[in-house]
């Protein structure tokens, strides 16, 4: 399995920068698909980014893509995900995800299989 533990979010003002960080224990995370997903009250879970095993493919959401970047390291079983230029509408809980099987879309919760616990990010006015 690939348990997945988040950094702690934050307050934020818009136009701020914050770095949410991922860490999977066991020694098979270079073998997962990684993404991060969000939702905010009373919306579904939406996709923010994702990169492939490697880390040389990388797919964002068209409301994140110019200002988040996602990023692995391997040897360190840990993903980023880089928030800039951050609004309010940002604000969520920042759920990172493991996909295991090949094929499929990144973009589809229904292809990741680990989910971490959520950490929440407010971005203020």
């Known amino acids: 399995q690939a348990p997945l533990v988040e950094s702690v979010g934050g307050l934020v003002q818009a136009g701020g920068s914050l770095r949410l960080s991922c860490a999977a224990s066991g020694s098979t995370f270079s073998r997962y698909k990684m993404g991060w997903f969000r939702q905010a009250p009373g919306k579904e879970r939406e996709f923010v980014a994702a990169v492939s095993r490697s880390g040389g493919s990388t797919y964002y959401a068209d409301s994140v893509k110019g200002r988040f970047t996602i990023s692995r390291d391997n040897a360190k079983n840990t993903v980023y995900l880089q928030m800039n230029s951050l609004k309010p509408e940002d604000t969520a809980v920042y759920y990172c995800?493991?996909?295991?099987?090949?094929?499929?879309?990144?973009?589809?919760?229904?292809?990741?299989?680990?989910w971490g616990q959520g950490t929440q990010v407010t971005v203020s006015s």
């Open positions: 995800a493991a996909g295991v099987r090949f094929g499929g879309s990144y973009y589809t919760r229904d292809n990741y299989d680990y």
